[in-house]
């Protein structure tokens, strides 16, 4: 059964740093492209960062190119994200997802605020 499981959100300060962190079990992660995905109140969820299986590569929503990065760690079966240089219009609820089956975790909320 394909579990996924956020961690790492809360409140952070404009211009401050998180690292989400998705702990993926049930399935042989090294085999897997994963994505990180975001909700705002009242918006639709759309797409953060992907990577490819073997953290061969990976993509950016342009709104957080530069700023945030995606890893994979096929030994941990963690894909994490760091978001770097937040802001308030990041505050939202991150979903790890496994794009193949679309399987979601149940977020963890990021609030960004002074």
């Known amino acids: 059964q394909v579990h996924l499981v956020e961690s790492g959100g809360g409140l952070v300060q404009p211009g401050g740093s998180v690292r989400l962190s998705c702990a993926a079990s049930?399935?042989?992660?090294?085999?897997?492209?994963m994505s990180w995905y975001r909700q705002a109140p009242g918006k639709e969820r759309e797409l953060v960062a992907h990577i490819l299986n073997f953290g061969a590569g990976a993509s950016y929503a342009d709104f957080v190119k530069g700023r945030f990065t995606i890893y994979k760690d096929n030994i941990a079966n963690t894909v994490d994200l760091q978001m770097n240089n937040l802001k308030p219009e990041n505050t939202a609820v991150y979903y790890c997802?496994?794009?193949?089956?679309?399987?979601w975790g149940r977020g963890t909320q990021v609030t960004v605020s002074s």
């Open positions: 997802n496994r794009p193949v089956g679309n399987f």
């Open positions: 049930g399935f042989i992660f090294k085999n897997f492209e």
